[in-house]
């Protein structure tokens, strides 16, 4: 291993083996309200009939690969999903669409065609209609775009620390944003009881009790991801139809982790890559929720208690419930890891050191990629994770640079060596 890669291998990090994982365990009906192959394979007609779909590349990085002694390494790239910059795309809009037709559909007894929606044909009823959500950025530049396109009005709440770039890109949409005092947990809360008073539909993702169908939807709007990945694994030759071994995912709330670990749950059973969960150490909800084996929030900064990252995206103090359903069981392992990983990680993939292609990866995009450098560089971990030089390892570029100014400082400033 090169020099290089002694930043990882310096960094502290907590792993985690989940005590519930059960690889026998059949994916059981209990959680067909959240993920069945159903409802995965109509989020699948319905959003790649869209104009602007496109499968997103899974790109490999075989000099990373072999530094790190493993087989391949490649990353499921979301940067450029509907141009949005982030995997979010294909959740929040999917669902402001199931919302807007189910609620015509309910209320003049007839069926809508998306592209009518599209045209317009319903305008006098869903101009009248606010969709809303709390968001770090890019889910809420997903509702946003959906009620752009499918014709309604959105309204917006964004925490404290949201950067005033995601906040401009949400606005490009025609949205309204309104930014709070507060941070992410206490905005979705903020979010509730404003949608209330003012009859707005929440298409939140994440989901609490008694509301779960819509952040479901947005996973089996994601589960895309998972589907699209797996059928170029059992497609690529060199792969010779053998799936990832690893998926080294990210988590906010835990709806995309979720929705991939429940995804390849599904369709593979046993056969599934082990899933290693990874969140900023102080905006780790699963892991506290693993340790603890009950739904638990982050314990935040050990000396504030603040729940806060640079990694955007991740900077969520409580998880959701149906995510943690489904990744209660299939995940095999919780990790944290410090935010001062993200600029070296940045970089790294900025920089390809090992001429390997480069990818726009944001703060949360890299969070993966860190955790398995970390990890592959320990031979003590590598045994605890199973890693060897036959792994295949599957990660997801979750978002592009979505804040040019904080990329340019983040890189700029993290040497490496
Ligand atoms: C770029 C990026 N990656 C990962 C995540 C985590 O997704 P989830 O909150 O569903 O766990 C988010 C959430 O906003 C995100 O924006």
């Not at 490999?60 to 002694?69: T, Y």
Request: hydrophobic residues 40%.
């Amino acid at each position: 291993m090169v020099r290089y890669l002694s930043t990882w291998k310096r960094s502290q990090f907590s792993l985690l083996p989940n005590p519930d994982a059960s690889r026998s365990l059949a994916y059981g009906e209990n959680l067909d309200y959240i993920l069945s192959k159903e409802s995965c394979q109509k989020a699948l007609n319905e959003i790649t009939s869209w104009p602007e779909y496109k499968v997103s590349p899974l790109t490999s990085l075989p000099g990373l690969a072999k530094q790190l002694n493993l087989v391949d390494v490649s990353f499921k790239d979301e940067s450029k999903r509907f141009n949005l910059g982030s995997f979010k795309a294909l959740g929040g809009a999917y669902a402001v669409l199931k919302f807007l037709k189910t609620f015509i559909e309910q209320k003049d007894d007839i069926t809508v065609d998306t592209d009518d929606l599209r045209k317009g044909l319903y305008k006098n009823i869903t101009s009248t209609l606010t969709v809303t959500t709390a968001t770090d950025g890019n889910h809420g530049r997903s509702v946003a775009w959906g009620a752009q396109i499918f014709g309604c009005k959105a309204t917006i709440y964004v925490p404290a620390s949201c950067s005033p770039s995601r906040i401009e890109a949400i606005k490009e949409h025609g949205a309204k944003v309104i930014q709070t005092s507060l941070d992410y947990d206490e905005t979705v809360r903020h979010c509730v009881k404003e949608a209330e008073k003012n009859h707005y539909q929440i298409i939140s993702d994440t989901s609490w009790e008694d509301y779960h169908e819509v952040p479901a939807q947005i996973m089996q709007g994601y589960s895309i991801i998972a589907e699209e990945a797996l059928k170029e694994y059992f497609t690529r030759p060199f792969r010779q139809a053998i799936p990832p071994s690893h998926i080294f995912i990210q988590a906010g709330v835990g709806g995309l982790a979720a929705a991939i670990a429940g995804y390849f749950w599904a369709h593979l059973g046993e056969r599934r890559p082990k899933i290693v969960i990874v969140e900023p150490e102080n905006a780790a909800c699963l892991y506290a929720t693993a340790a603890e084996g009950t739904l638990t929030k982050a314990r935040g900064d050990k000396e504030t208690g603040n729940v806060h990252t640079i990694m955007a995206g991740l900077d969520c103090g409580e998880t959701s419930p149906i995510a943690w359903q489904i990744l209660s069981r299939s995940a095999d392992f919780f990790m944290t890891i410090p935010d001062a990983i993200t600029g070296p990680t940045m970089k790294l993939i900025a920089a390809s050191p090992f001429n390997d292609p480069v990818l726009e990866a944001g703060e949360s995009s890299v969070a993966g990629l860190a955790a398995l450098i970390m990890t592959a560089t320990h031979e003590d971990t590598r045994e605890i994770l199973g890693l060897s030089p036959d792994s295949r390892i599957l990660l997801i570029n979750s978002e592009g640079i979505m804040d040019q100014s904080l990329f340019q400082k983040m890189v700029m400033e993290n040497e490496t060596n």
